[in-house]
Each structure stands twice: as C-alpha cells, then as structure tokens.
C-alpha cells in the first residue's frame, strides 16, 4: 500500500480537493494524508493567541471569518442537498467547539485542542467528498493511533498497533483518509508533531505499514536544484539518497519537512515528491540509492547569528569545546554548523531566543563576538573527499563571496558556508553557474 500526503494548498479549496479526488481515485488501495486547508492552522494559531490575551472578542471576530471560508467550501464542494446538510453540521460543530472556549481558562493544552481542528475540518469534508462521489473510503481518526512519548517522540510500536487494528476493522476499504499533524501526547491529550508536521504524519504512517512509497504532493514537481525565487532555471533534482535530501530539507529546500527523512530512511521506503499540477512530472524520488559521485542541489537558511569564541585557554587544553556545547545545551539551543581552530571555535545558531544568556555564559571562556543576519549556503551530493576536485570546484564558485564559516566533512554529502544575508542571491546564482550550467 502507498502513503499520499496532501499539504494545505492541496485541499485549499474546493476545485483543489476535486484535483486530489481525481488523483487518488485509481482503484489501488492507499492511505491518503491531508494537511488543514491552506491558512487555517495559521488563523488557528491567531485565534489562540487572543484567547490567551483574554481577548474573546477578538478571537470570536477571527473564528467567524474563518467559519465564512468554510461555508463557502461547502457551497462549492457538494452537489447533493444532502452532502451540504451534513457538511454544515460538521463545519457547525467545529465552530462552535471553538466558541466555547471563550468561557474557559486558556493554556497550552487548549491551545493543542484548537490547532488540530484545521485537520479534523479537512479530512471530514474530504471524506464527506468522496462520500458524495460513490467511492469506497473511511476516515482513519489520527487521534486513535498517532502517538508521542514523554520525549514528544514517536511511539511507533504504539502507532503500528493501533494504525494495523484500525485498518484491520475495516479491510475492504479502498481510501483510508486520515489527518496529518495532530496527535495524542504521552497523557493522552490533544498534541501535535509541530508546524509543518504533516509530512512527519506521512512518513511514520508508512514506516508502520511498511508502506511500499509514501508520497508527498504539493504544488512543486520535486526538490529543485536551486532555489526558484532566487535563481532563474532551476531544475527538478530526480533522484537524491536519504542523508542528501535530509540535508537539503533541514538547509532551506522547504517542500519537505526535514522529520519526514528519517522513519523513511530507518524502514527504507522511498519518498516520491510530486506536484498536484502537473502529476505526471516525476518529481524526486528519495530512496537508499542516488547518482554516485555527483553535486545534486544547493539551498540556503536563512536568519542564521554566528558566534565566534575566542580563546588562548583552548590552545593545547582539552575539555573546552564540552564547556562551550554545555552552554547551548543548558538553553536548548540547536548548533547548525561549527568549525574550529586551534584558539577559537565558530558555531551557527537559528533559534536566538536565549542569545544574551548564551553569550554571557560563553564569556567565562573567552572573547566572544556575534554576527546576526546571516545566512547558511548548503551544497548538496556525493562528493567522498577522495574524489579529488568537489570541493574545490564548490569554493572556486564562491570567489566572489566573502564567507564567514566553511564546513565539509560531517558527512560526505555537504558542504556548507556562512555568509551575510545580502550576499545570498549573488551566491545562489554564482553557484548554480559554475556546477549545473
Ligand atoms: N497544518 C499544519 C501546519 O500548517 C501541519 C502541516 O500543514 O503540515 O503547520
Ligand atoms: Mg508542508
């Protein structure tokens, strides 16, 4: 069986999740992933935010416009009289499930319940939908099977259990819909696996059915080689290896949320992506093989600070390097890239929210400095460092760019460069001349 995921602006209206009717409707049994309709979680999360300021009002004038766009879908979508009685019902009694916390105290356990409405909204309409049309499909509730532990981490025994007897209940189906992103939390409450997550959904869906591909569709036919919005004549890359496309999906290439890689990686299920206007595209296909020996793509990050970490103590002395990561790690601070020399150490952060905290702590061990508004250049492929020529070819692009870090040799599939934002366009463009032109 195959795992088809659908991002927002996939289902984001109702000619939209037409297109997705006629696509999944081949006769082949599949599992059929639907992310909330493009806009929602983002309005979800405002209204959230207004029900924490106490502000209900303001959260109701947000939940009646977002209610309108569903009235809307509704009007559009069905046909039979009937089909668009049952589906008020439905978009009615989401809406008032998110009126009724204008009454209640608000934390972060309420603020869970109402993001996971955009998926519950989407995937009922949607099996409504092919209710309507006559096929022969099922909702599979995520919340009954989707699980993270006390780490937020999978529980994936749990997930392939449950996700099995679920399936097993009702084995003549042909469509299973079920929802992206929401899950239950070690308490049993309303969780998600974070924005974006429904690509996460996906891929832990088809690791526990040992699904033969799992697919994600969105609105472009695979991972470019570059990006689009800033160089001209980007191309589809066809085939990349799991580490490749980890890369380049945690480095910037944003069709793919970089938690999908690994469940898929880990069962070696290929990933297909694929674009819903134009499905006979081949898109990407990720798998455990890829062209050997060969640059691939290049993405950037951006909102990247470095800090650089200079001292005389690290000369000879062991155990600094433990000092300064002890430091990212007691603020939950991610490290992208880092490079070393023998009296200092440089590593790039995204998340600045402890930065002040950070850097006065790294003082203790030396003369700190910090860049902001930088930007991470990752070029990805097989490049194994005794092929002699990858890496020079890739520093000979960037002559023109001054660079702030430079990182090979973490993995034998990228190599990474800081460099300050403004630069970025002109390093794109400089490196798609010189190795894919
Ligand atoms: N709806 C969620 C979000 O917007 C999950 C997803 O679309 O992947 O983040
Ligand atoms: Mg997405």
């Known amino acids: 069986m195959k795992v088809l995921k659908f991002g927002g602006t996939s289902v984001g209206s109702a000619s939209r999740m037409k297109d997705v009717a006629k696509l999944i409707c081949d006769g082949d049994q599949k599992i059929v992933v639907l992310s909330a309709m493009s806009g929602t979680t983002n309005s979800l999360v405002e209204i959230s935010d207004y029900f924490y300021k106490s502000n209900s009002a303001g959260a109701l004038e947000r939940i009646n416009v977002l209610q309108q766009k569903y009235i809307a879908l509704v009007e559009e979508l069905y046909t039979t ?44 309409l949607f099996q409504l939908y092919l209710k309507e049309i006559g096929e022969n499909s099922t909702l599979l509730p995520a919340l009954d099977y989707m699980r993270i532990d006390k780490n937020a981490e999978p529980d994936t025994a749990f997930i392939a259990e449950n996700l099995a007897k679920q399936i097993a209940n009702q084995p003549d189906k042909i469509l299973y819909v079920t929802q992206g992103y929401i899950c239950r939390n ?7 696996l974070q924005r974006g997550g429904s690509d996460y ?12 591909e799992i697919q994600i569709w969105t609105d472009i036919d695979g991972m470019h080689n570059n990006d689009p919005r800033f160089v001209e004549g980007t191309k589809p890359v066809p085939m990349l290896n799991f580490d490749e496309a980890a890369e380049l999906a945690y480095f ?28 006979q595209a081949f898109g990407t296909l990720i798998s455990n093989q890829s062209k050997k020996e060969k640059i691939e793509a290049v993405a950037a990050k951006d909102g990247i600070t470095a800090i650089k970490i200079k001292s005389g103590r690290m000369l000879l002395a062991h155990g600094f390097l433990r000092k300064v990561f002890e430091i990212f790690e007691s603020y939950q601070t991610a490290i992208d890239m880092i490079t070393t020399s023998e009296v200092g150490v440089s590593v790039s952060i995204d998340n600045t929210k402890n930065l002040d905290e950070i850097v006065n ?7 700190v400095s910090v860049d902001k508004d930088m930007v991470i250049i990752c070029v990805v492929g097989d490049m194994p460092s005794e092929n002699i020529g990858f890496q020079a070819r890739v520093v000979n692009a960037m002559v023109e760019i001054p660079i702030r870090m430079i990182s090979y040799g973490g993995s034998n ?22 190795l894919f032109n």
Not at 427 to 432: D, E, I, M, Q
């Open 252 to 279: 910037g290439a944003k069709i793919l949320h970089p938690t999908c890689i690994l469940p898929a990686k880990l069962n070696n299920i290929p990933v297909r992506l694929l674009n819903t206007m134009e499905p």
């Open 361 to 367: 702590e790294l003082k203790k061990f030396g003369t």
């Open 186 to 192: 070690f308490y049993g409450e309303i969780d998600n």
């Open 413 to 434: 599939f990228n190599i990474s460069f800081l460099i300050k934002a403004e630069d970025k366009k002109r390093a794109l463009n400089a490196l798609s001349k010189s």
């Open 81 to 124: 009289e009937i089909s668009k009685k049952e589906a008020y019902e439905i978009v009615k009694s989401h809406f008032d499930f998110l009126r009724s916390f204008s009454k209640s105290v608000f934390t972060l356990f309420e603020e869970k319940a109402i993001l996971a409405e955009g998926e519950l909204l989407s995937t009922t």
């Open 201 to 212: 959904t996906a891929s832990l869906v088809g690791a526990a059915i040992h699904a033969e």
